[in-house]
């Protein structure tokens, strides 16, 4: 089946550091998701990237989406308090309406 | 967050007892599914529902059954809990349509088998 792995598994940066997630696969993928997991909360979409070496941004927050659709990565300019979580992302199959998440990362802000 | 609500929150029980979770949705929703997640393997797949009566099993289904009887729920069971299974459990519903997939979460109940 299909597989996203996730690097780094955690990550602890001073606040005001710059941070980035990344998400890999060894398959093709037609769309990649991100979602944030606050710390004792649920998970929360993001964003969704479907075109090759798309690019978006949401405030401080840039996702892209490799040119090959195999790779995805989440980068945070200048970190803050509010943006420590766990950041999953995750490829859905709209085949069989499945979502394949990865193994996510655990952001730690050092105020 | 979509009308999820999940029972109970927190529960502590024993190896060997039978347990159920359930999830309940007031939205209307066709797909709705269980997710487990533990430290180092995100959140993986249990078994998912595409309708009444319709499901399917997802990445980890071994020693969980589900039902879904009625649209609004879906209730996880483990039949003899083993502390393999002491996890956090989320439900989910995806919204499909117009090439987007969205995921909603419930808050998640978080399972200890002593």
């Known amino acids: 089946g299909q597989q996203v792995m996730q690097i780094p598994q955690y990550q602890h940066v001073q606040e005001g550091e710059d941070f980035t997630t990344y998400c890999n696969s060894s398959?093709?993928?037609?769309?990649i998701q991100w979602y944030k997991q606050r710390p004792g909360g649920h998970p929360v979409f993001l964003i969704q990237l479907v075109k090759s070496g798309e690019v978006k941004k949401q405030k401080r927050l840039t996702f892209q989406f490799g040119e090959a659709k195999k790779n995805s990565s989440l980068h945070i300019t200048a970190t803050q308090t509010t943006d420590v979580g766990t950041y999953f992302c995750?490829?859905?199959?709209?085949?069989?309406?499945?979502?394949?998440f990865g193994t996510g990362t655990r952001l730690t802000i050092i105020p | 967050d979509a009308g999820i609500t999940q029972s109970p929150r927190h529960k502590v029980t024993e190896t060997g007892t039978p347990v159920t979770l359930r999830c309940h949705q007031t939205e209307n929703h066709r797909y709705m599914y269980w997710y487990r997640q533990d430290p180092g393997h995100g959140l993986r797949l249990i078994h998912y529902s595409y309708g009444v009566k319709d499901t399917d099993k997802g990445e980890v289904s071994d020693g969980y059954s589900v039902s879904r009887s009625k649209t609004e729920d879906f209730l996880l069971t483990l039949e003899s809990a083993t502390s393999s299974q002491t996890s956090v459990y989320f439900c989910a519903i995806t919204e499909w349509g117009g090439g987007k997939a969205e995921a909603f979460f419930g808050q998640g109940t978080r399972l200890t088998v002593v």
């Open positions: 995750a490829s859905a199959n709209f085949g069989n309406e499945k979502l394949t």
């Open positions: 398959t093709t993928l037609s769309n």
